[in-house]
């Protein structure tokens, strides 16, 4: 017989939940059949009007129906894969709202350095990486991080290394490794002759290069001063598109097994965007990508218009959402902006990495293309002039509505808000900013932040995740990967405890309540993109996105958390990782 779709969707039907129902041509109620079934579970929707359930089934790559093991096995027929969760937590799949894609997948093809315990190991990584490369072959690293050594190098410099080791046992070879931050790069006598660098190069704006006493080069090279490196490698065009690629690669394998059905990639260049783009109509993406752009004004200004239309391309695996810009550095490196001098070094205040006026015609592009601006900034100074440019486009966009209007419709966001003053904490949600933070940032910072603070400052203003949601900010999570380990689980557990290597807690007043932290890794995040219609609950509907964990993350005590596995990654109803298999 014919059936025809009911148009009132989702329907509930006692405490069935689904979609679509359909009649046959007598008005009898009948059901599609279910391409896959997860029943015998606790399946926590994180949607508020419906909650938890049992069973859920799934039909196109969407929720289908929702309700108990007897609910839905009308919707189970011969052809349906059906998985048994035996008690175990499924949730909508997690969405990393502020990392870097192909930075994740180039960063498994270098040396790891984010382990390191001190300098000598970096020195022995790298001597053991050159019996192994070409003559005159780059060695790349990436990770490293003096804060958390166990003792400062003897020959440091502000608490940086000095080259002359590193240079030593990499004559012929050009070293560069970049600070876990991303924000400051390391480089040895080698690297720097090929750049035609010498204690005679001017800082650029926006950059140091550190230099010692007597005016010699460190090798460090703080903000805008990294783009001075120009060491040698010896790829071709033809290999540096293989190696993205391959870096793709790496990198769908690495969100899978952690859960991760959504990516939003915290800025890009053109020639990548279109490789994504391109994977993403092959059906090769597996994730799906929320893309910033990130290249030079100009480049942004001539074609941002074109790519702000790739939107939900390859059935939601690839949208052009926004452009990125940094106002200030890490504060690792010293380089975020702030209003005050730093605690340890009270002659520096940070960096202002991109030009204010710049920032002004990112603004104006932004408004234009309709794509959302996203702004890093992690000093408070970096922040507040962040919220006043902010603050200046929303008045123009939308006299009518005013600033907060403005600001709620056009969910533009600022990455990272790690310090912020408390003055400014409020205008997150007057404003309607987006604060698109990484909740793993506080626990892995915390040990050193009260030294580049000072106490006062960071109690009231690190990393204050309760008090801008009380201001009715939307706050995201994620990792920044690579800059920390690509794992929400570590995310999830810092933002609900705080708790550092050392089992002391950093502010616990600020945790983030268990259903928050998810909320903050799953419907806040696609919010955050404007994507809060397909993903982000298991929502009738909605894209069957979801996660299977080996223990409940909602209600296992904190010290089991980090204990916790993802057993499954499901992407549009496809099993596309299985810990069992």
């Given at each position: 017989?014919?059936f025809?779709?009911?148009?009132?969707?989702?329907?509930?039907?006692?405490?069935?939940?689904l979609?679509?129902?359909?009649?046959?041509?007598?008005?009898?109620?009948?059901?599609?059949?279910?391409?896959?079934?997860?029943?015998?579970?606790?399946?926590?929707?994180?949607?508020?009007?419906?909650?938890?359930?049992?069973?859920?089934?799934?039909?196109?790559?969407?929720?289908?129906?929702?309700?108990?093991?007897?609910?839905?096995?009308?919707?189970?027929?011969?052809?349906?894969?059906?998985?048994?969760l035996?008690g175990?937590?499924?949730?909508?799949?997690?969405?990393?709202s502020?990392?870097?894609?192909?930075?994740?997948?180039e960063?498994?093809?270098?040396?790891d350095?984010?382990?390191?315990?001190n300098?000598?190991?970096?020195?022995?990584?790298?001597?053991?990486?050159?019996?192994?490369?070409?003559?005159?072959?780059?060695?790349v690293?990436?990770?490293?991080?003096?804060?958390?050594?166990?003792?400062?190098?003897?020959?440091?410099?502000?608490?940086?290394?000095?080259?002359?080791?590193?240079?030593?046992?990499?004559?012929?070879?050009?070293?560069?490794?970049?600070h876990a931050?991303?924000?400051?790069?390391?480089?040895?006598?080698?690297?720097?002759?090929?750049?035609?660098?010498?204690?005679?190069?001017?800082?650029?704006?926006?950059?140091?290069?550190?230099?010692?006493?007597?005016?010699?080069?460190?090798?460090?090279?703080?903000?805008?001063?990294?783009?001075?490196?120009?060491?040698?490698?010896a790829?071709?065009?033809?290999?540096?598109f293989?190696?993205?690629?391959?870096?793709?690669?790496?990198?769908?394998?690495?969100?899978?097994?952690?859960?991760?059905?959504?990516?939003?990639?915290a800025?890009s260049p053109?020639?990548?965007?279109?490789?994504?783009?391109?994977?993403?109509?092959?059906?090769t993406?597996?994730?799906?990508?929320?893309?910033?752009?990130?290249?030079?004004?100009?480049?942004?200004?001539?074609?941002?218009?074109?790519?702000?239309?790739?939107?939900?391309?390859?059935?939601?695996?690839?949208?052009?959402g926004?452009?990125?810009?940094?106002?200030?550095?890490?504060?690792?490196?010293?380089?975020?902006?702030?209003?005050?001098?730093?605690?340890?070094?009270?002659?520096?205040?940070?960096?202002?990495?991109?030009?204010?006026?710049?920032?002004?015609r990112s603004?104006?592009?932004?408004?234009?293309?309709g794509?959302?601006?996203?702004?890093?900034?992690?000093?408070?100074?970096?922040?507040?002039?962040?919220l006043?440019?902010?603050?200046?486009?929303?008045?123009?966009?939308d006299?009518?509505?005013?600033?907060?209007?403005?600001?709620?419709?056009?969910?533009?966001?600022?990455?990272?808000?790690?310090?912020?003053?408390?003055?400014?904490?409020?205008?997150?949600?007057?404003?309607?900013?987006?604060?698109s933070?990484?909740?793993?940032?506080?626990?892995?910072?915390?040990?050193?932040?009260?030294?580049?603070?000072?106490?006062?400052?960071?109690?009231s203003?690190?990393?204050?995740?309760?008090?801008?949601?009380?201001?009715?900010?939307?706050v995201?999570?994620?990792?920044?990967?690579?800059?920390?380990?690509?794992?929400?689980?570590?995310?999830?557990?810092?933002s609900?405890t705080?708790?550092?290597?050392d089992?002391?807690y950093?502010?616990?007043?600020?945790?983030?309540?268990r259903?928050?932290a998810l909320?903050?890794?799953?419907?806040?995040?696609?919010?955050?993109?404007?994507?809060?219609?397909?993903?982000?609950?298991?929502?009738?509907?909605?894209?069957?996105?979801?996660?299977?964990?080996?223990?409940?993350?909602?209600?296992?005590?904190?010290?089991?958390?980090l204990?916790?596995?993802?057993?499954?990654?499901?992407?549009?109803?496809?099993?596309?990782y299985?810990?069992?298999?």
């Amino acid at each position: 017989m014919p059936f025809r779709r009911l148009t009132n969707i989702p329907i509930s039907l006692g405490s069935l939940l689904l979609l679509p129902t359909l009649l046959n041509a007598g008005g009898v109620v009948t059901h599609e059949r279910a391409e896959l079934v997860l029943r015998n579970g606790n399946i926590v929707t994180v949607d508020d009007n419906i909650g938890s359930v049992e069973a859920l089934a799934v039909s196109g790559g969407r929720i289908l129906a929702l309700g108990n093991g007897k609910e839905i096995a009308p919707f189970i027929g011969d052809g349906t894969r059906i998985i048994e969760l035996n008690g175990r937590l499924a949730i909508p799949g997690f969405i990393d709202s502020h990392s870097h894609f192909v930075g994740l997948g180039e960063a498994l093809m270098t040396l790891d350095l984010m382990d390191v315990r001190n300098w000598q190991e970096v020195i022995d990584m790298v001597a053991e990486a050159v019996k192994h490369a070409e003559p005159g072959e780059c060695i790349v690293g990436l990770g490293w991080h003096q804060e958390k050594w166990e003792n400062p190098p003897h020959d440091a410099v502000d608490g940086f290394p000095s080259h002359w080791e590193l240079s030593e046992v990499s004559p012929d070879n050009p070293v560069l490794l970049r600070h876990a931050s991303g924000h400051a790069s390391f480089a040895n006598k080698r690297a720097m002759d090929e750049s035609n660098l010498s204690g005679a190069t001017e800082n650029p704006p926006g950059g140091e290069i550190l230099r010692d006493e007597a005016g010699n080069l460190t090798g460090i090279f703080r903000q805008n001063a990294q783009g001075l490196i120009r060491a040698r490698t010896a790829f071709t065009q033809r290999e540096r598109f293989e190696r993205i690629d391959r870096a793709i690669d790496l990198a769908i394998e690495a969100c899978l097994s952690n859960g991760i059905s959504s990516f939003q990639d915290a800025g890009s260049p053109f020639p990548v965007i279109d490789r994504l783009a391109e994977r993403a109509r092959e059906g090769t993406l597996g994730v799906r990508l929320w893309v910033m752009i990130r290249t030079r004004i100009d480049e942004i200004d001539s074609h941002a218009a074109q790519y702000s239309k790739l939107r939900r391309i390859g059935n939601h695996h690839m949208t052009v959402g926004g452009i990125k810009f940094a106002i200030d550095g890490a504060l690792g490196s010293r380089g975020a902006w702030l209003l005050d001098p730093y605690e340890d070094s009270p002659d520096e205040f940070g960096f202002n990495t991109t030009p204010l006026d710049t920032l002004e015609r990112s603004a104006e592009i932004a408004l234009r293309t309709g794509l959302q601006l996203s702004i890093h900034a992690i000093g408070d100074r970096g922040n507040r002039e962040t919220l006043n440019l902010f603050e200046r486009a929303f008045a123009h966009h939308d006299e009518k509505h005013g600033t907060e209007g403005a600001g709620r419709k056009l969910r533009w966001r600022i990455e990272h808000a790690q310090h912020l003053h408390p003055d400014d904490i409020p205008r997150f949600g007057e404003l309607g900013i987006i604060a698109s933070m990484q909740g793993i940032h506080c626990t892995s910072d915390g040990p050193w932040v009260y030294t580049r603070l000072g106490d006062e400052r960071a109690e009231s203003g690190a990393y204050v995740w309760r008090e801008l949601m009380q201001s009715g900010a939307v706050v995201t999570n994620g990792t920044d990967a690579p800059v920390e380990k690509l794992d929400p689980i570590a995310s999830f557990h810092a933002s609900v405890t705080r708790q550092l290597d050392d089992g002391t807690y950093f502010f616990p007043e600020q945790r983030m309540s268990r259903m928050d932290a998810l909320r903050s890794y799953t419907i806040n995040g696609a919010y955050a993109a404007f994507e809060e219609d397909v993903k982000g609950t298991l929502t009738p509907g909605k894209l069957a996105d979801i996660v299977v964990l080996s223990k409940d993350i909602l209600t296992v005590p904190d010290e089991q958390i980090l204990d916790v596995q993802v057993d499954m990654t499901i992407i549009g109803g496809q099993v596309l990782y299985n810990r069992n298999e």
